[in-house]
């Protein structure tokens, strides 16, 4: 059913919860996973012209080598791991990145954020849901309640 699986990461640790979703439908499957780190150039765009951009870039391509190794850390050795790091808006290289790559399902990690903090913030999430052209799974990773378990439970979103 699934041959190729994005994946986009944050660097957060919380995401990583998403990441064992992945591999476990990687492994089911035969599928590969591919690993997405989207560095959102458009949030610095207000610096002055003084700061060095050249500086910011290189720091936040690093985050984003950073996040992609960690996904290649977790992954079992079954499961077959690509990974890259592009620039631009993050919903928007998601979906075509699926589109591109040829991926049958993105399973990626949503806070959970509502009220004003969603109207405010926006969310990739929600944005990748309405746009791609595969299945999205997402899945909770925002804080967890007892056991370990997230409190809101995951969904599953196909459009």
């Known amino acids: 059913m699934y041959d190729r699986i994005l994946v986009p990461t944050d660097g957060s640790s919380e995401v990583e919860r998403a990441f064992e979703y992945a591999f476990d439908l990687a492994r089911a499957h035969g599928a590969s996973i591919h690993a997405l780190y989207v560095v959102n150039a458009a949030g610095y765009s207000g610096l002055p012209m003084e700061t060095a951009w050249e500086g910011i870039s290189d720091a936040l391509h690093d985050d984003g080598t950073e996040a992609v190794s960690r996904v290649e850390e977790l992954a079992p050795p079954e499961v077959p791991v690509e990974t890259d790091i592009l620039e631009g808006s993050p919903s928007r290289v998601i ?16 806070h959970g954020r509502g009220g004003i903090d969603r109207l405010l913030l926006g969310s990739v999430t929600e944005r990748v849901v309405r746009r791609a052209p595969v299945p999205v799974l997402t899945i909770q990773v925002g804080p967890r309640g007892e056991g370990g378990r997230p409190e809101t439970s995951s969904q599953v979103t196909m459009e």
Not at 95 to 106: F, I, K, P, Y
Request: contains cysteine.
């Open 95 to 110: 979906v075509d990145e699926a589109s591109r790559r040829g991926c049958d399902l993105v399973v990626m990690g949503t």
